[in-house]
């Protein structure tokens, strides 16, 4: 038996009551009163254009604006959004989801979005977020000092103890195939009386194609398609003074596809996830200096550069 506990939650959208999908949003239209449907039609299109962090939720509509043009009209809408507790990976529709206490250190977003109606159809055309914690460490340390502070998603101790975290799900997890980092989401740090500083981790995982029996390195397992992979979202802690690591505890969601492949297909191939994608890239260039410590959510559209394919010369 392990010395600590881990604890595995499988959570199913087919299954579990309440998580059929969100209930169906009013029809945004171009009468009076449409605003409201465009705000939810644009947090729902950011939510499913957000590939990495947290799912995010309506705060406040800040303002709108409509334009009546010919068979329809265009809406100009500016929101407030907070982070939610669910991973983006989590099958549970964002309205379901509870927004991160000030002390969890969650972030806020103001977004702009641009929307169409044409044909009785509403269509958003592009949304625009600035990203940020909801405090800053400094405005956190005036408000609760004893509070966590944010630490960059790359700082050392945090990407060293989430490493050790995984190989202890893998070794106690009883699924058949390793999983890997999907990503860091989020990491905290705090001193504790008696105990010293900790650093709190909250990542998110996906299965690779590897079986626990294969004797291929980790490292070189790649995941399975996001549809047919199994995702985690776990959560553990480090303590500083003595080095170990806490419990790790993770919810797992089952895959969207669970038709068994034929006999003798092999398992298919996909690209790499968010973070090693053209998109992030753009992401990346598009916003500049982001916040270190948090998942922006990203612009869109975005303007992904192909790889260019060598020209073969003619002679």
């Known amino acids: 038996m392990p010395t600590q506990l881990l604890a595995v939650l499988l959570l199913c959208a087919a299954a579990a009551p309440g998580l059929r999908g969100a209930p169906s949003s009013p029809a945004v239209t171009c009468d009076g009163g449409g605003e409201a449907a465009a705000a939810s039609l644009a947090v729902r299109h950011i939510n499913e254009h957000h590939e990495h962090g947290f799912k995010f939720k309506l705060d406040e509509m ?4 409509i334009e009546h043009v010919p068979g329809g009209c265009h809406f100009d809408v500016n929101v407030k959004l907070m982070q939610t507790d669910c991973h983006v990976t989590n099958p549970k529709p964002a309205d379901q989801c509870d927004f991160m206490m000030q002390s969890e250190r969650g972030a806020v977003a103001t977004c702009n979005s641009k929307l169409d109606v044409k044909g009785g159809v509403a269509t958003v055309t592009s949304h625009q977020c600035a990203t940020r914690p909801e405090l800053s460490n400094s405005e956190m340390v005036a408000t609760c000092p004893d509070c966590p502070a944010l630490l960059p998603l790359d700082d050392e101790t945090g990407v060293k103890a989430v490493e050790e975290a995984v190989k202890k799900f893998n070794r106690e997890s009883n699924h058949q195939n390793y999983f890997a980092l999907m990503e860091i989401s989020l990491l905290t740090s705090g001193y504790i009386p008696s105990v010293g500083t900790n650093t709190w981790l909250k990542f998110a995982l996906v299965e690779t194609v590897c ?11 790649t995941p399975r398609c996001p549809d047919r992979a199994h995702h985690a979202f776990c959560e553990s802690s480090y303590t500083h003074s003595t080095g170990e690591l806490g419990a790790v505890t993770c919810e797992v ?48 559209p975005l303007a992904v550069q192909l790889p260019q394919v060598p020209q073969l010369r003619q002679v």
Request: proline letters at 13%.
């Open 62 to 65: 800040q303002s709108s604006k």
């Open 211 to 221: 079986p626990k029996n294969s004797r291929i390195l980790q490292q070189a397992c």
């Open 253 to 300: 969601y089952l895959p969207k596809n669970t038709e068994p492949l034929e006999p003798g297909a092999q398992e298919p191939a996909c690209s790499a996830g968010f973070h090693g994608s053209a998109e992030a890239s753009a992401c990346t260039a598009r916003l500049g200096a982001a916040e270190p410590s948090i998942h922006p959510i990203c612009p869109f």
